[in-house]
């Protein structure tokens, strides 16, 4: 069977948390393969508590900061399989030290190693200015653009360290003792992402460039440029705000998205999602007393999406309805307009289609792509998830409240 894959936007930890127990769920029943959990966080703490939460680093933005990756001590070396082309940034942190080691393999063009001393308040600066080189070596073509590049950093029983890159010892540095061993943590630069192959979890952590204002596009471009790897596999990608997520139906939605090829991406029935919610009203499964869901002109925004006091009312009629589901008036509406992706699914085939340009990947993926290929886009009403919020309907949403009733409802859904 082909591979499942959920692709997350990882933001805020609050409202991942639920998230988090409905898909260690899914990965429990088999039901998906892989998580890879993208971090698009915009403040520290968040970044923070997804690195905590989710499984090792497997591939780092070329701007973004180090990331640990495991340790080194004596007769305990650190093996990496690493694919980049330049710039391997290699920080050796001694165990109670205030100062850490830089290791630059492949540096300037790929033609030069170096090694630094710096302040452990260095890490999370990328300028090496005024740092001046405790060794320096020409290594032309070091690192293999071609394959995955074997590195070993390991130490002797004297506390001597040394570098080996694809079976060269790059250097030996008598000069330091690390006999009490050391954290290992790395990155890219310089125009070079970083993806670590030895990863084998089946949660995954990518760390995209920062700063960015629409950043989701280097996801699809990372899958895109490895159309061969993921050709075989299923992608479901949603929101990290999704609160509920019918696990029983998971399966029968992905099996949908397997067997119809046509559509270029499915979506599921989506809670407090504009055009769902219209076709919802449409079929009877949302009475006209807890308010009007029009047709969102051309499938984006609406009343719904700007409206908190929409957004609650639906929340709380759905929090209350015995199914759990707010069917449509058929098992899949097809659809050629746009629609907020909050859970969506593609084929890995469909990857050749899907380096998206940086900008608006739901505009890309639900009008611009669909239009181009003449396929249309569906919704797939047996699979309900319910999505907690849009950036408009957050000033006045009732959070708190919503959050604890959701979570009272997944303790109790996992439960049964």
Not at 390 to 416: C, K, T, V
Request: charged share 20%; hydrophobic share 40%; glycine share 8%.
């Amino acid at each position: 069977m082909a591979p499942v894959i959920l692709v997350t936007f990882a933001g805020r930890q609050k409202r991942m948390e639920i998230l988090t127990r409905y898909i260690h769920s899914a990965l429990d029943a088999g039901i998906i393969d892989e998580w890879h959990v993208w971090d698009f966080t915009r403040s520290q703490q968040d970044h923070e508590w997804v690195t905590r939460e989710f499984g090792p680093v497997r591939y780092m933005g070329s701007a973004a900061p180090y990331q640990s990756n495991g340790s080194v001590a004596p007769n305990q070396a650190l093996r990496l399989s690493a694919t980049i082309t330049n710039d391997l940034h290699i920080a050796i942190v001694p165990n109670g030290s205030e100062d850490y080691f830089e290791l630059v393999v492949g540096g300037w063009s790929n033609s030069h190693s170096v090694l630094r001393k710096l302040p452990l308040s260095q890490l999370k600066s990328f300028d090496r200015n005024d740092v001046p080189a405790l060794w320096s070596r020409p290594t032309p073509g070091i690192l293999s653009p071609g394959t995955a590049n074997q590195i070993v950093l390991s130490i002797d029983a004297a506390g001597v360290p040394s570098l080996h890159v694809n079976n060269v010892a790059i250097g030996r540095w008598s000069e330091l003792d690390l006999s009490s061993g050391a954290s290992v943590m790395v990155r890219g630069g310089w125009g070079a992402d970083l993806e670590l192959g030895n990863v084998r979890s089946r949660i995954q952590r990518f760390v995209g460039n920062p700063n960015e204002q629409m950043p989701y596009w280097q996801a699809y471009d990372y899958y895109a440029k490895r159309l061969k790897t993921f050709s075989d596999s299923i992608f479901l990608k949603c929101d990290d705000d999704i609160v509920y997520m019918d696990l029983e139906k998971l399966s029968d939605f992905i099996e949908f998205r397997r067997t119809n090829p046509k559509y270029i991406v499915v979506s599921a029935n989506v809670v407090n999602n504009g055009v769902c919610a219209h076709w919802q009203q449409v079929a009877g499964s949302i009475p006209e007393g807890v308010g009007h869901f029009e047709r969102p002109p051309g499938g984006f925004g609406g009343s719904l999406w700007q409206s908190a006091q929409r957004a609650n009312e639906l929340h709380d009629y759905f929090l209350q309805t015995n199914s759990k589901h707010l069917p449509l008036p058929s098992r899949v509406i097809e659809w050629t307009e746009r629609q907020s992706i909050n859970f969506i699914a593609w084929l890995g085939k469909d990857l050749v289609h899907m380096a998206l340009p940086k900008g608006d990947d739901e505009r890309a993926l639900t009008v611009d792509l669909p239009m181009l290929l003449e396929r249309p886009t569906a919704i797939y009403s047996d699979f309900t998830v319910s999505h907690l919020s849009f950036g408009p309907q957050e000033q006045g949403l009732a959070l708190d409240r919503l959050i604890d009733a959701y979570d009272e409802l997944m303790r109790s859904a996992l439960a049964a």
